[in-house]
């Protein structure tokens, strides 16, 4: 039988993951339709309200059953406002790994949301999962994602060239492919020794590369 993630929350001093929900629709839409996230990911643009109901009701859903990953809205605690969405993906149950990535909401960048959500995500899969390694991918030239990477203990393994497809706008205001290379990160159990539980950063994207 295929193993499967809990429909968990996790909660920091500020933070609350947990299920997406469909009163997240407005938002999540609103979110994914801004420049970082159409440069750095391969999520639809324009993307539609129809779009973010359909991966909150059926692509998340059968995601977690189907024991490949797991997506988390990123809340602020005090106002529960969605400020991102964290996603584990490739999940291998044998190996006791996942893939993490997240996306940041463009007025909550520069608060420190992306390295205390994925922080708080890995303490829960290596404490209660009983996880053995994460791993993120971050295009080479997305400097701010591999600020979050490091800032949570994440050790570079290495580059894969050419692996990643960015996106850049035209004159005419069209997205174009652009390839680029991939960093690979890790976090194992013991690199959390020591990491803090607050940080101060400019947030960041991980590429999402199987949305929808």
Same mark, same amino acid.
């Given at each position: 039988?295929?193993s499967?993630f809990?429909?968990?929350s996790?909660s /920091? %001093? *500020?933070?609350?993951? !947990?299920? =997406?929900e469909?009163?997240?629709v407005?938002? &999540?839409?609103?979110?994914?339709?801004?420049?970082?996230?159409a440069a750095?990911?391969d999520?639809?643009?324009?993307?539609?309200?129809?779009?973010?109901?359909?991966w909150i009701?059926?692509?998340a859903? /059968? %995601? *977690?059953t189907?024991? !490949?990953? =797991?997506?988390l809205?990123?809340?602020?605690? &005090?106002?529960?406002?969605?400020?991102g969405?964290?996603q584990?993906?490739k999940t291998n149950?044998?190996?006791r790994?996942?893939?993490?990535?997240?996306?940041?909401?463009p007025?909550?960048?520069?608060?420190?949301?992306?390295?205390?959500?994925?922080l708080?995500?890995?303490?829960?899969?290596?404490?209660?999962?009983?996880?053995?390694?994460?791993?993120?991918?971050?295009?080479?030239?997305?400097?701010?994602s591999?600020?979050?990477?490091?800032?949570?203990?994440c050790?570079?393994?290495?580059?894969?060239?050419?692996?990643c497809?960015?996106?850049?706008?035209?004159?005419?205001?069209?997205w174009?492919?652009?390839?680029?290379?991939?960093?690979?990160?890790s976090?194992?159990?013991?690199?959390?020794?020591?990491?803090?539980?607050?940080?101060?950063?400019?947030?960041?994207?991980?590429?999402?590369?199987?949305?929808?």
């Amino acid at each position: 039988m295929t193993s499967t993630f809990p429909d968990i929350s996790i909660s /920091t %001093e *500020r933070l609350v993951l !947990r299920a =997406l929900e469909e009163d997240d629709v407005p938002a &999540l839409a609103e979110m994914m339709n801004d420049e970082q996230v159409a440069a750095w990911t391969d999520v639809p643009q324009p993307y539609t309200e129809d779009a973010a109901r359909g991966w909150i009701t059926e692509y998340a859903p /059968t %995601e *977690r059953t189907a024991g !490949r990953g =797991l997506d988390l809205a990123v809340t602020e605690f &005090l106002t529960q406002r969605l400020v991102g969405v964290l996603q584990l993906g490739k999940t291998n149950w044998h190996v006791r790994s996942t893939e993490l990535s997240y996306i940041i909401a463009p007025w909550a960048r520069g608060e420190g949301y992306a390295s205390e959500a994925a922080l708080a995500t890995a303490q829960w899969l290596f404490r209660d999962q009983k996880f053995e390694r994460i791993e993120l991918r971050t295009a080479a030239d997305n400097t701010a994602s591999q600020q979050v990477a490091q800032k949570i203990g994440c050790i570079s393994e290495g580059v894969l060239r050419n692996a990643c497809i960015a996106h850049t706008r035209t004159e005419d205001g069209r997205w174009v492919d652009l390839r680029t290379d991939f960093i690979v990160w890790s976090l194992l159990p013991e690199d959390l020794d020591g990491v803090g539980e607050q940080f101060a950063d400019t947030g960041g994207f991980t590429s999402f590369s199987d949305w929808n």
